[in-house]
Protein backbone atom coordinates (compact mmCIF):
# COMPACT_ATOMS: atom_id res chain seq x y z
CA UNK A 1 0.00 0.00 0.00
CA UNK A 2 1.08 3.48 -1.13
CA UNK A 3 1.08 6.37 1.29
CA UNK A 4 -1.28 7.66 -1.55
CA UNK A 5 -3.55 5.52 -0.57
CA UNK A 6 -3.07 5.90 3.12
CA UNK A 7 -4.03 9.22 2.16
CA UNK A 8 -7.00 8.63 0.46
CA UNK A 9 -8.00 6.39 3.55
CA UNK A 10 -7.70 9.24 6.10
CA UNK A 11 -9.56 11.88 3.38
CA UNK A 12 -12.13 9.69 2.90
CA UNK A 13 -12.70 8.41 6.41
CA UNK A 14 -12.34 11.51 8.62
CA UNK A 15 -14.65 14.01 9.30
CA UNK A 16 -14.50 17.08 7.04
CA UNK A 17 -13.22 20.16 8.22
CA UNK A 18 -15.97 22.26 7.92
CA UNK A 19 -18.33 19.95 10.00
CA UNK A 20 -16.57 20.60 13.07
CA UNK A 21 -18.85 22.38 15.95
CA UNK A 22 -17.77 23.41 19.67
CA UNK A 23 -20.40 21.98 20.87
CA UNK A 24 -19.59 18.37 19.61
CA UNK A 25 -19.99 15.65 22.13
CA UNK A 26 -16.55 13.41 22.80
CA UNK A 27 -17.13 10.08 21.33
CA UNK A 28 -14.04 8.79 23.06
CA UNK A 29 -12.76 9.61 26.61
CA UNK A 30 -10.47 8.91 29.86
CA UNK A 31 -13.56 7.46 30.99
CA UNK A 32 -13.60 4.64 28.41
CA UNK A 33 -11.78 2.14 30.33
CA UNK A 34 -13.12 3.74 33.84
CA UNK A 35 -16.52 3.45 33.22
CA UNK A 36 -18.50 5.13 36.84
CA UNK A 37 -15.25 7.29 37.75
CA UNK A 38 -15.94 10.90 39.32
CA UNK A 39 -15.30 13.85 37.29
CA UNK A 40 -12.93 16.52 38.77
CA UNK A 41 -13.75 19.06 37.09
CA UNK A 42 -17.32 21.53 37.19
CA UNK A 43 -19.23 22.98 33.94
CA UNK A 44 -18.89 22.55 30.53
CA UNK A 45 -15.99 20.79 28.61
CA UNK A 46 -12.89 23.65 27.68
CA UNK A 47 -12.54 23.18 24.23
CA UNK A 48 -9.13 22.40 22.70
CA UNK A 49 -7.20 21.11 19.47
CA UNK A 50 -4.37 18.95 18.79
CA UNK A 51 -2.38 18.33 15.39
CA UNK A 52 -1.06 14.86 15.04
CA UNK A 53 0.91 15.26 12.03
CA UNK A 54 1.57 12.87 9.45
CA UNK A 55 5.01 12.46 7.96
CA UNK A 56 4.93 11.59 4.38
CA UNK A 57 8.52 9.84 3.95
CA UNK A 58 8.75 7.66 1.29
CA UNK A 59 10.15 4.68 4.02
CA UNK A 60 7.06 4.63 5.03
CA UNK A 61 4.88 6.92 7.25
CA UNK A 62 5.57 8.60 10.22
CA UNK A 63 3.56 10.59 13.36
CA UNK A 64 5.19 13.76 14.83
CA UNK A 65 4.69 14.04 18.75
CA UNK A 66 6.35 15.75 21.35
CA UNK A 67 7.56 15.28 24.56
CA UNK A 68 6.62 18.33 26.99
CA UNK A 69 9.23 20.23 29.12
CA UNK A 70 10.08 19.32 32.83
CA UNK A 71 9.36 22.90 33.73
CA UNK A 72 5.64 22.95 33.17
CA UNK A 73 3.04 22.71 35.96
CA UNK A 74 0.97 19.93 34.58
CA UNK A 75 1.46 17.03 32.42
CA UNK A 76 5.79 17.56 32.67
CA UNK A 77 7.63 14.78 30.86
CA UNK A 78 4.67 13.27 29.02
CA UNK A 79 4.18 12.47 25.21
CA UNK A 80 1.92 14.68 23.69
CA UNK A 81 0.54 16.28 20.15
CA UNK A 82 1.21 20.11 19.77
CA UNK A 83 -2.09 21.18 20.80
CA UNK A 84 -3.46 22.85 23.42
CA UNK A 85 -6.84 25.43 24.23
CA UNK A 86 -9.17 27.09 21.61
CA UNK A 87 -8.79 30.62 21.96
CA UNK A 88 -11.74 33.06 21.86
CA UNK A 89 -13.10 32.76 18.08
CA UNK A 90 -10.81 30.17 16.65
CA UNK A 91 -12.00 26.83 15.38
CA UNK A 92 -10.37 23.82 15.73
CA UNK A 93 -7.95 23.93 13.04
CA UNK A 94 -7.04 27.07 13.67
CA UNK A 95 -5.89 26.03 17.08
CA UNK A 96 -4.12 23.35 16.38
CA UNK A 97 -2.34 25.12 13.86
CA UNK A 98 -1.32 27.78 16.12
CA UNK A 99 -0.41 25.87 18.70
CA UNK A 100 2.22 23.86 16.36
CA UNK A 101 4.01 26.67 15.18
CA UNK A 102 4.16 28.18 19.01
CA UNK A 103 5.50 24.57 20.29
CA UNK A 104 7.54 23.30 17.64
CA UNK A 105 7.83 25.94 14.95
CA UNK A 106 5.76 23.94 11.75
CA UNK A 107 5.10 26.05 9.60
CA UNK A 108 1.00 25.94 8.76
CA UNK A 109 1.68 26.50 4.90
CA UNK A 110 3.25 22.96 5.05
CA UNK A 111 0.61 20.85 6.42
CA UNK A 112 -2.80 20.04 4.43
CA UNK A 113 -5.39 19.28 6.66
CA UNK A 114 -7.45 16.10 5.69
CA UNK A 115 -9.84 16.15 8.22
CA UNK A 116 -10.81 15.29 11.89
CA UNK A 117 -10.86 12.07 14.32
CA UNK A 118 -13.29 11.58 17.17
CA UNK A 119 -13.14 14.76 20.19
CA UNK A 120 -11.63 13.23 23.24
CA UNK A 121 -12.79 14.25 26.44
CA UNK A 122 -9.86 14.55 29.20
CA UNK A 123 -9.99 13.31 32.93
CA UNK A 124 -9.17 16.88 33.23
CA UNK A 125 -12.16 18.73 31.86
CA UNK A 126 -11.14 19.20 27.96
CA UNK A 127 -12.97 18.37 24.84
CA UNK A 128 -9.88 17.45 22.41
CA UNK A 129 -10.60 17.45 18.49
CA UNK A 130 -7.56 15.82 16.94
CA UNK A 131 -6.58 17.99 13.84
CA UNK A 132 -5.22 15.19 11.22
CA UNK A 133 -2.28 16.63 9.29
CA UNK A 134 -0.55 15.90 5.90
CA UNK A 135 3.26 17.12 5.63
CA UNK A 136 5.07 15.76 1.89
CA UNK A 137 8.21 17.93 3.32
CA UNK A 138 9.43 18.31 7.31
CA UNK A 139 11.66 21.33 7.42
CA UNK A 140 13.65 20.98 10.33
CA UNK A 141 11.94 22.33 13.68
CA UNK A 142 12.66 24.15 16.81
CA UNK A 143 10.93 23.30 20.27
CA UNK A 144 9.76 26.25 22.29
CA UNK A 145 11.89 25.39 25.72
CA UNK A 146 8.93 26.55 27.69
CA UNK A 147 6.55 23.58 26.18
CA UNK A 148 8.51 20.94 24.34
CA UNK A 149 11.82 19.08 25.56
CA UNK A 150 11.82 17.05 22.49
CA UNK A 151 10.56 16.41 19.12
CA UNK A 152 10.07 12.93 17.38
CA UNK A 153 8.86 10.41 15.42
CA UNK A 154 7.27 7.30 15.81
CA UNK A 155 6.72 5.08 12.72
CA UNK A 156 2.86 4.89 11.19
CA UNK A 157 2.82 0.97 11.37
CA UNK A 158 3.88 0.51 14.81
CA UNK A 159 1.39 3.38 16.45
CA UNK A 160 -1.69 1.37 14.18
CA UNK A 161 -0.69 -2.17 15.53
CA UNK A 162 -3.14 -3.38 17.69
CA UNK A 163 -0.41 -5.75 19.01
CA UNK A 164 1.66 -2.99 20.41
CA UNK A 165 -1.32 -1.14 22.66
CA UNK A 166 -1.38 -2.29 26.17
CA UNK A 167 -3.79 -1.01 29.20
CA UNK A 168 -1.96 0.30 32.00
CA UNK A 169 -3.21 2.12 35.20
CA UNK A 170 -2.55 4.27 38.04
CA UNK A 171 -3.64 3.78 41.41
CA UNK A 172 -5.91 6.50 42.24
CA UNK A 173 -6.80 6.96 46.30
CA UNK A 174 -8.78 3.89 48.32
CA UNK A 175 -7.26 1.24 46.08
CA UNK A 176 -9.23 2.66 42.72
CA UNK A 177 -6.83 1.87 39.61
CA UNK A 178 -7.16 4.28 36.63
CA UNK A 179 -7.10 2.50 33.60
CA UNK A 180 -5.26 4.19 30.45
CA UNK A 181 -3.87 3.00 26.86
CA UNK A 182 -0.91 2.80 26.77
CA UNK A 183 2.52 1.87 24.25
CA UNK A 184 6.17 2.26 23.99
CA UNK A 185 7.93 2.75 21.17
CA UNK A 186 12.12 3.65 22.21
CA UNK A 187 11.77 3.52 25.62
CA UNK A 188 9.11 6.54 25.38
CA UNK A 189 6.00 5.71 26.88
CA UNK A 190 3.01 7.03 25.07
CA UNK A 191 0.43 6.61 27.56
CA UNK A 192 -3.68 8.59 28.47
CA UNK A 193 -5.23 10.64 26.51
CA UNK A 194 -2.67 10.81 23.22
CA UNK A 195 -2.60 6.77 22.97
CA UNK A 196 -6.35 6.87 23.20
CA UNK A 197 -6.10 9.58 20.44
CA UNK A 198 -3.98 6.81 18.26
CA UNK A 199 -6.85 4.34 19.39
CA UNK A 200 -9.68 6.50 18.18
CA UNK A 201 -7.87 7.60 15.02
CA UNK A 202 -7.02 3.57 14.14
CA UNK A 203 -10.27 2.49 15.08
CA UNK A 204 -11.67 5.27 12.79
CA UNK A 205 -9.79 3.72 9.94
CA UNK A 206 -9.72 0.42 10.16
CA UNK A 207 -11.90 -0.60 12.68
CA UNK A 208 -11.20 -1.88 16.37
CA UNK A 209 -9.21 -4.14 16.14
CA UNK A 210 -9.70 -6.47 13.23
CA UNK A 211 -8.13 -4.61 10.11
CA UNK A 212 -4.96 -4.92 11.16
CA UNK A 213 -3.01 -5.98 7.69
CA UNK A 214 -5.06 -2.81 5.80
CA UNK A 215 -3.39 -0.35 8.34
CA UNK A 216 0.03 -2.71 7.61
CA UNK A 217 -0.42 -2.01 4.11
CA UNK A 218 -1.38 1.31 4.49
CA UNK A 219 2.00 2.36 5.77
CA UNK A 220 4.07 0.48 3.46
Known amino acids: MSLERLKSRLT ?3 TPVEAWRAETRAARSDFDLNPGAPRFHEGPLKPA ?16 LTRRADSL ?7 AFPGGRLD ?6 QAALREAREEVDLDPAAVTVLGL ?30 EVAEIFQ ?20 QGVKRWFWAMTW ?29 AEEDAA
Open 12 to 14: ARL
Open 49 to 64: AVLVPIIADPQGASVL
Open 73 to 79: VRHTGQI
Open 88 to 93: PGETAV
Open 117 to 146: SDAYETGTGYLVTPVIGWIDRLSPLTASPD
Open 154 to 173: APWDFLMDPSNHSRDHLDAP
Open 186 to 214: NERYIWGATAGIIRGLRARLYGEDDLASA
